[in-house]
């Protein structure tokens, strides 16, 4: 698959050592040493050698801005090997007989806000929906910090608006139905990956699960491709075709 080009941004899709050792250094960065756990020995783990990887570069600079994992599923059946099945129930997925995308550890390098940079990798991935005819886009969203007290306004938002019941399988979870009554009356902040999953027509697990290793709080969340709004879906296909050949 050919790169995307936005403005001063590249998105690509690669395996390469040597980029995915790039990518290990930025999650590093913003998953760990953000949040002061540098003595942990590095944000590598099984699944990275098994994943494609999307890189967004500044093409003026060279600087890695943004990055992310896709695992890659045939169909629901197979879901039992993903990311996310170590904390959730994934039992209601596994009927999908269209292939299944994973996204994981998907972040933006904190000195590179750029709006353009989401968008550019939203496009690739869409050209990887589409390329690989996915019916459902999926992954854990993340929020900083494991407390769920500074994101309980974020959660009950979700819980009101956005809540799909899928068993949780973690041992440390809260569940989210409950506090649906506790929904302020206006979107609270939220992540921007998981903003955009929302936008787009994304449900949330009816849990969280407290992630110690990382520090974090974090949601499943599923994008069923046929759910995306007409226009958006439109809006997407066009930044996706840019500098498009197939590969």
Do not use: K
């Amino acid at each position: 698959m050919q790169p995307l080009t936005l403005g001063i941004y590249q998105a690509r899709l690669t395996r390469s050592d040597a980029d995915v050792e790039r990518a290990l250094a930025l999650r590093q960065l913003v998953f760990r040493a953000r949040r002061g756990l540098t003595g942990t020995p590095g944000d590598a783990d099984r699944f990275d050698e098994t994943c494609d990887h999307v890189l967004v570069t500044n093409t003026r600079t060279g600087d890695l801005v943004a990055c992310c994992r896709v695992l890659r599923f045939a169909s629901g059946q197979h879901l039992s090997f993903s990311y996310a099945a170590q904390f959730h129930d994934l039992g209601s997925l596994h009927q999908i007989q269209q292939p299944l995308i994973e996204l994981g550890r998907f972040c933006l390098h904190p000195n590179h806000p750029d709006p353009d940079i989401l968008r550019l990798a939203w496009g690739l991935l869409t050209r990887l929906v589409d390329h690989d005819h996915a019916r459902l886009l999926f992954g854990c969203t993340s929020f900083d910090g494991a407390d769920p007290i500074p994101h309980r306004p974020a959660l009950a938002w979700l819980a009101r608006h956005h809540l799909r019941p899928m068993p949780a399988l973690a041992p440390d979870q809260i569940a989210l139905a409950p506090l649906a009554a506790q929904s302020p009356d206006c979107p609270p902040p939220l992540p921007p990956l998981l903003r955009t999953y929302l936008a787009m027509g994304g449900w949330v697990s009816d849990h969280a699960v407290i992630d110690h290793d990382l520090n974090t709080l974090h949601v499943l969340t599923g994008l069923d491709v046929t759910a995306v709004p007409p226009a958006r879906a439109r809006a997407l296909r066009a930044l996706a075709a840019l500098s498009h050949t197939d590969g």
